[in-house]
């Protein structure tokens, strides 16, 4: 299973800019990575999207959230639950995932254990 990962990382890293974080929501995020944010967030956006669209924290670049709801709602073919989900609390960064293979954290259910106290809604 180790082989897993390198090539999900050699596909998902060039193409859509893929962080590896273990969870990944490109399919729900208009293929486009949420750790890409400054902030590391999985929920968006932060409240920190400037005027011109562009991150508060890093003002040369477009705001991720605002970027993946824009591609959310636009990508051709995309199933409609799909897009659903753009809205859907996620749980926080589970960072002992990061640089697994987020394929089988998906197949095996790990990708959505939440910590203890955090509860799902």
């Known amino acids: ?22 969870q990944c929501v490109l399919h729900s995020t208009g293929m ?3 750790m ?3 902030k590391t967030l999985r ?4 409240g920190g999207v400037r005027e011109d669209g562009q991150c508060e924290v890093d003002p040369t670049m477009r705001c991720v959230w605002l ?3 824009e591609r959310s709602v636009s990508m051709p073919g995309l199933p409609r639950a799909w897009r659903d989900e753009f809205n859907q609390l996620r749980p ?8 697994g293979s987020s ?5 095996t ?13």
């Open 109 to 121: 259910g790990r990708d959505r254990r939440t910590p203890p106290g955090w509860a799902r809604r």
């Open 36 to 38: 890409n944010c400054p």
């Open 67 to 69: 970027k993946a709801y």
């Open 43 to 46: 929920n968006g956006p932060c």
């Open 92 to 99: 926080p960064v589970d960072n002992r995932l990061e640089g």
């Open 32 to 34: 486009t990575c949420p």
């Open 103 to 107: 394929w089988i954290n998906f197949a």
């Open 1 to 22: 299973m180790k082989l897993l990962p390198l090539v999900e990382h050699a596909v998902k890293g060039p193409v859509w800019g893929c962080q590896m974080c273990g």
